[in-house]
């Protein structure tokens, strides 16, 4: 079955303490992308990735780190969370179509809470 | 920089009833696409449809149709005969095209919570 995979689900942790979020898919995608949403703000970009090794930022990136070193793996890192990252977490992945992505799969999401 | 606005937070409807979610964008790029997605009260995110912005054709697929007018740059999104599984937040979105990776960034609304009553 297609799908983009999200570990954990849910996570609870404490100010400053490291932490990574993974993201797989296995449809082969070259791009990848991480999104926060927040109650009235929508869904925003955190990072992106165009494949292997190539990896951007998206509007929000302040206090993450991403990696692409093989292309079914695009984990999320918060090296020092703090509570303004509490938040829902999404992944996702598509095909690249007329130079960007076309339909992007997502994951089902993770919760996160910073205390 | 790009920008999506969905002015309407949430809309109430009653089934049967027609109803259209507005999307207004801004970007300086000539070409772009235009996206809208569909999260479900599961979570789920899901996509709807894909407009380039070099076809203004609208599109109809069912109840659902989109409406892509460049000159006012929207592109609105109309379910006929609304149905209980329509409630939803629904998002637009917007993907630049200024060249090298910034094609992959991606810029939603902040989304409007469909609800539709029995």
């Known amino acids: 079955e297609a799908q983009v995979t999200q570990n954990p689900r849910y996570l609870i942790t404490v100010t400053g303490k490291k932490l990574t979020v993974t993201c797989s898919q296995n449809?082969?995608?070259?791009?990848m992308s991480w999104y926060r949403q927040d109650p009235g703000l929508g869904l925003r970009q955190i990072y992106y990735?165009?494949?292997?090794?190539?990896?951007d930022k998206g509007d929000v990136p302040e206090g993450y780190k991403v990696s692409r070193k093989e292309k079914r793996n695009f984990p999320l890192i918060l090296e020092s969370p703090s509570p303004n990252q509490t938040s829902l977490y999404f992944c996702?992945?598509?095909?690249?179509?007329?130079?960007?992505?076309?339909?992007?799969?997502f994951g089902p999401g993770t919760r996160l809470t910073v205390t | 920089a790009q920008k999506v606005t969905q002015a309407q937070t949430e809309i109430s409807v009653v089934e049967k009833e027609d109803v259209t979610l507005d999307c207004v964008y801004e970007?300086?790029?000539?070409?772009?696409?235009l996206f809208w997605y569909k999260q479900p009260p599961s979570g789920e995110l899901v996509f709807l449809i894909r407009?380039?912005?070099?076809?203004?054709q609208n599109e109809i697929s069912g109840r659902y149709s989109w409406n892509f007018q460049k000159s006012t740059s929207s592109f609105n999104f109309t379910i006929t005969a609304s149905q209980v599984v329509d409630s939803a937040v629904y998002f637009c979105?917007?993907?630049?095209?200024?060249?090298?990776?910034?094609?992959?960034?991606?810029?939603f609304g902040q989304g409007t919570i469909l609800t539709v009553h029995p």
């Open positions: 449809m082969n995608h070259e791009y």
């Open positions: 970007t300086r790029d000539t070409t772009y696409y």
């Open positions: 979105a917007l993907r630049g095209n200024a060249g090298g990776t910034s094609y992959g960034k991606l810029t």
């Open positions: 996702a992945s598509s095909l690249l179509q007329g130079g960007g992505p076309y339909e992007q799969y």
């Open positions: 990735s165009m494949n292997v090794e190539v990896t």
């Open positions: 407009r380039n912005s070099f076809d203004e």
